[in-house]
């Protein structure tokens, strides 16, 4: 042999030999695993194997080799493989939680605005135009927009109701302010009897009729838009805490910590195994897959057709325009409605009264007015529309979740040697499952058994509100309510009121209501409930 074809060749052994006796040092020292135990699951040193040894009492983590782990490691381990999963889909469906919670509270906020808007504007055409009665107007101008942000919050109000309760609480002061102008009943029943009079003898007409069918098709949309959205934020804080079967725990801890306790810490489970482990963890979350795609798809169809008299905020914001067409009506008609007063409630004995002052500022409003109405518009609609083209990327976010797990941060990348649960290996060669709980009875490496009533829970509310949304697209005639005996529309959910309810009265609109709020309500809406002394459930 010549001198460069021996050199070759030494340096060959002697790399061979720097290899096998690094990979060698690896196998026989469990320093690296120790000191990774330690940090990642602030563990006590003491116990810790120095060396690899024979590990009969493991449960998962067994092997033909010597090993670094023990019992009590182990099961150490198995809770910090389901914390790891946990906090991977959390990770995962942050930027979906974030989009959802951030546009819910833009929507609230913006409700919120619109109907103080509408109020002031309410507040500013009794000031300028009827000043006589403003200021005994403005308790009724502020129990109707409270009613409308109960309504819109979630609470059980029926828009009938308060509708027909402002134009019943109108009538007297139009009655005495305009019809009879500067003088004022000095009986209280009289008042009373003219309230009461209103249905029957309709002094503003057709509007209030109107008004009940422009809240319907616009404040229930809404409503349940912003319901919706919450349910949106429960599904995924659920899926965020999911609880991991024995099974799924098991496969987790074989997929993450198992290669450590050969020494194989810097290891990643190749993507087939890591797709039948997660696929198989989450075969219950993926059967959300459909009802979510229907569930983003009825959000966007809502949103589409809330607009023109569908629209809150063009409804809002011209309500006071309607008002003063009321008061106009009743005031043309006024000797006739002075006759068929005194026929039901006879003549009043009247004393002269000078009107209090409107204390109400309304010439610094009036300026902003316009503006305000054009950017309001622009929030509303163009957030809402920016909010849904966000929201069509996540349509398969469950469909597709343990793929983005594996692919995206549990498992190597393609082509690099990995652990495929016994050992580190080129490729894997089991059989890879679908999605859903069908695929998982060829499953390799989880066995996946019954259902979870957790998700099957949430499939539900998911299925009810799909219906809510659909029920409620304002589609032609869908939102033309039949009409009640009070003259207005029906509402056909959850705002009706009865005794069992806590309701007393009738048609007076003399009511003792008990509301119950089903979401966090603003603080200035629960301070004018407790105003009124309503009773409130709040959050």
């Known amino acids: 042999m010549d001198g460069p074809t021996w050199r070759v060749g030494c340096c060959c052994l002697l790399l061979l030999a720097l290899v096998g006796f690094i990979r060698s040092e690896g196998v026989q020292s469990c320093e690296e695993v120790r000191k990774l135990f330690q940090w990642r699951l602030v563990g006590a040193a003491k116990g810790l194997p120095d060396f690899p040894r024979p590990g009969p009492d493991l449960q998962v983590c067994t092997s033909r080799k010597p090993t670094c782990c023990t019992r009590k490691m182990e099961e150490r381990y198995q809770v910090a493989a389901r914390q790891d ?15 959802i919670s951030r546009n819910a509270a833009a929507l609230q906020e913006t409700l919120e605005t619109l109907i103080r808007q509408a109020e002031n504007y309410t507040g500013i055409l009794f000031c300028n135009t009827y000043r006589n009665m403003a200021l005994e107007a403005a308790a009724s101008v502020q129990e109707f927009f409270t009613d409308v942000g109960l309504y819109l919050f979630g609470a059980d109000v029926n828009p009938e109701e308060f509708v027909n309760r402002f134009f ?35 002094p503003f007409g057709n509007i209030p009729q109107r008004v009940m069918g422009q809240m319907g098709r616009s404040l229930l949309p809404s409503r349940t838009f912003l319901q919706a959205l919450n349910l949106g934020i429960e599904v995924i804080n659920t899926t965020d805490h999911l609880h991991f079967s024995k099974e799924c ?34 075969a219950h979350v993926a059967e959300l897959d ?12 809502l949103s589409d057709a809330m607009h023109g008299t569908y629209d809150v905020e063009h409804v809002l914001l011209n309500f006071h325009l309607l008002v003063n067409d009321a008061v106009m009506q009743a005031h043309l008609d006024g000797q006739k409605l002075s ?39 622009e929030t509303l609609a163009n957030r809402r529309k920016e909010f849904i083209n966000s929201l069509r990327l996540h349509r398969t976010f469950y469909g597709d979740l343990a793929d983005r797990l594996c692919v995206n941060d549990l498992a190597a ?83 009706d009121c009865d005794d069992e309810d806590g309701c007393g009265g009738s048609g007076s609109g003399e009511v003792k209501r008990t509301l119950k709020i089903a979401d966090c309500a603003p603080s200035w809406l629960v301070s004018q409930v407790k105003w009124r002394k309503w009773r409130i459930f709040s959050c």
């Not at 005194?342 to 009036?366: A, L, M, V, W």
């Not at 029920?471 to 705002?495: F, H, M, N, Q, T």
């Open 85 to 99: 999963m946990q906090q991977a889909l959390q990770a995962s469906s942050s930027t979906l939680k974030s989009l």
């Open 168 to 202: 019943d609480s109108l009538f007297p002061l139009v009655y005495n302010h305009l019809i009879n102008p500067g003088v004022t009943d000095s009986s209280l029943e009289y008042s009373e009897c003219i309230r009461m009079a209103r249905r029957d003898i309709s």
């Open 249 to 282: 725990g098991r496969g987790l801890l074989r997929m993450q910590y198992c290669p450590h306790c050969q020494g194989l810490t810097l290891s990643k489970p190749c993507v087939g195994y890591c797709l039948n482990i997660v696929r198989g963890c989450l």
């Open 290 to 301: 459909p009802h979510w795609h229907a569930y983003l798809r009825s959000l966007e169809e």
């Open 339 to 377: 006759e068929q007063v005194n026929k039901i409630c006879g003549h009043p004995i009247r004393t002269p009264t000078q009107s209090p002052p409107c204390s109400f500022d309304g010439s610094k409003e009036k300026l902003g007015m316009k503006i305000s109405a054009r950017n309001g518009e």
């Open 413 to 495: 990348a393609e082509g690099v040697p990995c652990w495929n649960g016994d050992d580190i290996v080129n490729s894997y060669t089991q059989r890879v499952v679908g999605n859903g709980i069908k695929a998982q009875s060829g499953n390799p490496e989880v066995k996946v058994k019954g259902t979870d009533p957790v998700i099957n829970q949430i499939i539900d509310k998911l299925k009810h509100v799909i219906q809510l949304l659909q029920g409620r697209s304002p589609k032609p005639d869908k939102w033309d309510l039949p009409v009640g005996s009070g003259g207005g529309v029906a509402e056909p959910v959850s705002g």
